[in-house]
């Protein structure tokens, strides 16, 4: 997938793209028939399927002070967008220039001027420009003067509720790793750097590997069953997330304890899959009961891991 940033300077090559517009946080179920709508434009129009994408969400432009749970960082954002078969992909820089724009001088100075769009795919919910002043009605009408085309897909959702970012990070809220990987059409993800901590792990019988989380990460406390992808291989483990209760309450933290692994992942990047919840964060009155419910935790999530391992293997043999 090719990757622009911005919309000055784009080149011919780049221009003339169908492309899908939102924030794309999570790349759930909705932004995914975005994709499967602006993929079979570019089809039809024999172009590009592309999609434009605010960074960083608008929100934590207007609202600096108000930490944002961003479901997928950049970086994550765009694997995702290319795994659902995103070709170009236009990154714009949200800023007080585009905070400014009015919804006219948003499509003429970025969509048309800047990206050459053939096609645009929006949700039905879909508001830009200064105040949020424009809406979907207003850019079918643009699409009409100015020569591109205009797709509005409805509401995507399931059981009553539509997929949303909101939705997913209230599901993660709770905990509910589970329904949030329904809503997402894939697990969700944290990855960073290994940093150094306390060892307690180490001095328990449970060296783990700890990595901060993104500011305004909002994951319920307590211990999940995770896969952890780290150079090419996969591990199975069991993750905690919480303020260690037994020792200090302290900020929040993210240890991961990888089942048969054994070697130094200290400054290295690693990437951890949430599959399921096992249990809430409290406090133990010694370390050796903290030491007993961790072999629990561990031997828990061994089965819940081992299970979903022969479910994937039982899927793919179909």
């Known amino acids: 997938m090719d990757v622009f940033q911005g919309y000055d300077h784009v080149p011919p090559g780049a221009r003339g793209a169908s492309v899908a517009i939102g924030n794309f946080d999570g790349v759930h179920k909705g932004h995914q028939a975005l994709i499967a709508r602006v993929r079979a434009e570019a089809a039809r129009l024999g172009i590009r399927a592309g999609a434009v994408v605010f960074e960083p969400h608008p929100r934590e432009f207007f609202q600096p002070a108000r930490p944002l749970f961003t479901l997928t960082p950049l970086p994550q954002k765009l694997k995702l967008l290319e795994i659902y078969g995103v070709e170009i992909t236009f990154v714009l820089p949200f800023a007080h220039e585009l905070a400014q724009m009015s919804s006219e001088e948003f499509v003429e100075r970025v969509l048309v001027a800047g990206l050459g769009v053939a096609h645009i795919v929006i949700g039905y919910d879909f508001l830009f420009g200064k105040g949020r002043a424009g809406n979907a009605q207003q850019l079918v009408e643009l699409g009409k003067a100015f020569g591109f085309g205009v797709s509005v897909v409805p509401p995507i ?3 009553g509720e539509v997929y949303s970012s909101s939705a997913v990070r209230a599901e993660l809220a709770q905990g509910d790793v589970e329904g949030a990987a329904e809503m997402l059409g894939h697990r969700w993800k944290v990855e960073g750097i290994v940093q150094g901590g306390a060892r307690r792990g180490t001095g328990l019988g449970y060296p783990t590997a700890n990595i901060a989380l993104g500011r305004g990460a909002a994951l ?10 780290f150079e090419g291989q996969r591990y199975q483990g069991a993750a905690y997330l919480g303020t260690r ?56 999530a061994s089965e819940v891991l081992t299970a979903d391992a022969k479910a994937a293997a039982d899927r793919g043999g179909r």
């Open 245 to 300: 209760p037994t020792f200090d309450d302290g900020s929040p933290v993210l240890e991961v304890f990888l089942f048969d692994f054994d070697g130094d992942l200290y400054g290295r990047r690693i990437e951890v899959e949430f599959v399921e919840f096992l249990r809430g964060d409290r406090k133990f009155d010694s370390l050796d009961a903290l030491k007993a419910q961790m072999d629990v935790d561990c031997a828990r």
């Open 157 to 159: 959702g399931s059981g």
């Open 220 to 229: 319920a406390h307590g211990i999940y069953a995770v896969h952890v992808d």
